[in-house]
């Protein structure tokens, strides 16, 4: 008995199953066609695309807030530093790095990110609504910023944010050069691999928020 023949006898044998394993061999493949199909992907207007992003981004844990412009950005970040015991230290992708915004009292930082009290300012790319996931390129923004950082803040351009994965890499190929990276991101980092308890901020940050504004510099 090969490997692949014995992991579908013990599937078999944890769902109490009678079926011979013919049977979940040809199930197995007859899922496998079905999931090669297209997904469907009802139309949705902009308005319902932002609304199910905000639903799926919270249900996966991040944090939405609505702002109007880059004004209200800067007033929300040192409103949310003022509130902590310890002033946090701010890490800019070099996308918004270049943009040479007054950052007021916040405390930026060039080094690397430490595991506390480290909060990192990334613009996404696109937004997917169907997850609630971001998308971010490594010539905006290098890898380690969405990942050494005890809290990740990404700016959303609403007009950015898609109905489904396809139009997102639609928007990628658009006549631009493809990036070396491209990270997608769906909330704070979790892992169950523990006991099979979810643990927040195993490999990444302990919290993201999102922040949709209604309009950025482009």
């Known amino acids: ?8 006898e013990r599937i ?5 199953s009678d079926h011979a394993g013919e049977d ?3 199930a197995f493949k007859t899922l496998c066609e079905t999931q090669a199909d297209t997904p469907a992907q009802p139309a949705l207007s902009h308005v319902e695309t932002v609304s199910r992003f905000i639903s799926e981004a919270q249900r996966n844990g991040a944090v939405v807030t609505e702002l109007e412009n880059l004004e209200q950005v800067q007033h929300w970040l040192e409103r949310e530093a003022d509130s902590q015991s310890v002033p946090p230290t701010l890490s800019l992708s070099p996308q918004i790095a270049a943009s040479q915004s007054d950052w007021g009292s916040l405390t930026l930082s060039d080094d690397t990110p430490q595991p ?5 300012l990334v613009r996404a ?6 997850t609630g996931t971001i998308m971010s390129l490594s010539r905006d923004c290098p890898s380690r910023l969405l990942f050494l950082v005890e809290r990740l803040i ?3 351009d ?3 944010i898609v109905r489904f994965q396809e139009d997102a890499w639609e928007r990628l190929h658009d006549g631009q050069p493809l990036p070396r990276t491209v990270n997608l991101v769906t909330g704070p980092s979790r892992t169950a691999d523990i006991e099979q308890q979810i643990q927040i901020g195993a490999h990444g940050p302990r919290r993201t928020d ?7 510099p482009q």
């Open 1 to 8: 008995m090969d490997s692949r023949t014995r992991i579908i």
């Open 12 to 16: 078999r044998q944890s769902i109490g």
């Open 24 to 26: 979940l061999e040809a």
């Open 116 to 120: 506390v009290q480290s909060w990192g």
């Open 125 to 130: 790319h696109s937004a997917m609504a169907e």
């Open 154 to 156: 990404v700016l959303i």
């Open 158 to 160: 609403k007009r950015d």
């Open 210 to 216: 999102y922040l949709i504004v209604e309009s950025l």
